[in-house]
């Protein structure tokens, strides 16, 4: 089946700083890749649709300055959050579209923690 | 946009009864339906889903049902198992993306 890749699992930053989080597609190509944002005990909300080739797309209230989404090849998308803020831990989630007849894909998700 | 709505937000079953949980959605175009099961610290898993041209399906203990008229869907868990103590998620869209409803926690008690 079709299998998304997210590193790394947990990441622990100093307020300031940045991380980068990569999703690899790794038996298929993915143009698309959806980034969610999920806080302790709700949904994941979508933050932004990374594309290949093109600008990301970022849903409304989300910061394109902090939150850097590259779609760098067919099978590798990144985001990059910088100055990094307490307010920014969360779990990160990448998810591709539908391929091959395959639901949606996702990672298995980055717990990072601002301190 | 879509806005899908997920009741209840927390559930508690005997094990071996059933669970079913209930979703809303309201943009009629969504043609793709699908429920996740999150353990913790994880990402979300698939555990069923079903297309707009379809009214119910069925894998084993789990089914899903799904009313456009009404715009609502429905998970159904039977002979619930300990394992099956988890989040459960829905959600709606198509091939664009997805938007999920608010979660439920489902607890089976031994």
Redesign the interface.
Known sequence: GAVVS?HPSRVICKSGTSVKIECRSLDFQATTM?WYRQFP??????MA?SNEGSKATYEQGVEKDKFLINHASLTLSTLTVTSAHPEDSS?Y?C?A??NRGY??T????T?LTVV | GENVEQHPSTLSVQEGDSAVIKCTYSDSASN?F?W?KQEL??????II?IRSNVGEKKDQRIAVTLNKTAKHFSLHITETQPEDSAVY?CAAGG?????????TRLTIIP
Do not use: V
Not at chain 1, 41 to 46: A, C, D, V
Not at chain 2, 41 to 46: A, N
């Open positions: 997210q959806f005990k709700q949904s994941l909300m979508l649709t779990f989630i998810s579209p539908p639901g949606y996702f990672g298995s998700g717990r | 793709y699908p996740y610290g994880k990402g979300p898993q698939l889903d998620f091939n664009e993306k997805l938007t999920f409803g608010t979660g």
